[in-house]
């Protein structure tokens, strides 16, 4: 085994960083402008308004997942539209929404894909699922609806 211990050889169980790799931080906006002074073009660079960001999250205790798979399937698709909502919105989520967004499960488990979506081939739902399977379909774009999952996820 080399024993090199050159610049770019790190030992496996080597926590430190590497002090001569950064990245320099860009000054902030109000170093490079004088809240007085104008740009080079003239005007005065608009001000953003500051990221609100959400506290974190902890469960306090069970998931609390819906009884049978369309209440299950419904609690996916409230999810699926908050997130959007909260999206557009630009906001953070409340205590409430990100309760919310933890009942979300997907849709991978056999009862949930099986009848959420038309088959191949078919125009209608099963039995029963129409009204879920409608509201999926409205909840998302064609391109979401038609999604394959990405690979390694749940």
């Not at 989520?93 to 078919?122: N, S, Y």
């Not at 998302?140 to 609806?145: F, I, N, P, Q, S």
Request: aromatic residues 8%; hydrophobic residues 40%; contains cysteine.
């Amino acid at each position: 085994m080399p024993t090199d211990t050159g610049e770019f050889t790190l030992s496996l169980f080597d926590n430190t960083a590497l002090p001569s790799w950064s990245c320099p931080t860009p000054p902030a906006a109000s170093v490079l402008f004088d809240d007085e002074e104008a740009n080079a073009d003239g005007e005065t660079p608009p001000v953003s308004a500051p990221v609100v960001r959400g506290s974190n999250f902890h469960l306090a205790a069970d998931r609390d997942l819906a009884p049978g798979w369309p209440a299950r399937a419904r609690d996916n698709i409230a999810a699926i539209t908050l997130s959007k909502a909260l999206e557009q919105s630009g906001r953070a989520a409340t205590r409430d929404e990100q309760a919310q967004l933890l009942r979300f499960v997907g849709f991978g488990a056999t009862e949930l894909a099986q009848t959420c979506f038309r088959r191949p081939g078919e125009d209608a739902f099963r039995s029963g699922w129409q009204e879920i399977g409608a509201a999926l379909e409205a909840a998302v774009t064609a391109a979401e609806y038609s999604a394959e999952p990405i690979s390694g996820t749940v």
